[in-house]
Nanobody, 118 residues
Framework: QVQLVESGGGLVQPGGSLRLSCVASGITFSVYDGSWYRQAPGKERELVARTMRASAGGVITTVDSVKGRFTASRDNAKYTMYLQMMNLQPEDTAVYYC?????????WGQGTQVTVSS
């Protein structure tokens, strides 16, 4: 059974930092592409960052709205992907989800709440 367990969310003041983790089990993590999405209240889920599997070049990308503040990474040996978030702003408030995918197969984490507020 495939499971993705996220952690690291919470309440942080503007300008603060958080690191999200997503641990995979029941699957060969290294052969899957990893992504981070977020969904703010009343908005659609949006892509935040992507970490491609090594066989696809291992490319890591982030969307423009978080570029320079968020860094995605993965540790295949630990079956874990990370999202380091710095200089958080109120507009970053959302539920953050991890996703692994390949060949039409997708597996989602349960989501972790990030709230940026003073």
């Amino acid at each position: 059974q495939v499971q993705l367990v996220e952690s690291g969310g919470g309440l942080v003041q503007p300008g603060g930092s958080l690191r999200l983790s997503c641990v995979a089990s029941g699957i060969t993590f290294s052969v899957y592409d990893g992504s981070w999405y977020r969904q703010a209240p009343g908005k659609e889920r949006e892509l935040v960052a992507r970490t491609m599997r090594a066989s696809a070049g291992g490319v890591i990308t982030t969307v423009d709205s978080v570029k320079g503040r968020f860094t995605a990474s993965r540790d295949n040996a630990k079956y874990t992907m990370y999202l380091q978030m710095m200089n958080l702003q109120p507009e970053d408030t959302a539920v953050y989800y991890c996703l692994i995918s390949r060949g039409g197969r997708e597996y989602w984490g349960q989501g972790t709440q990030v709230t940026v507020s003073s």
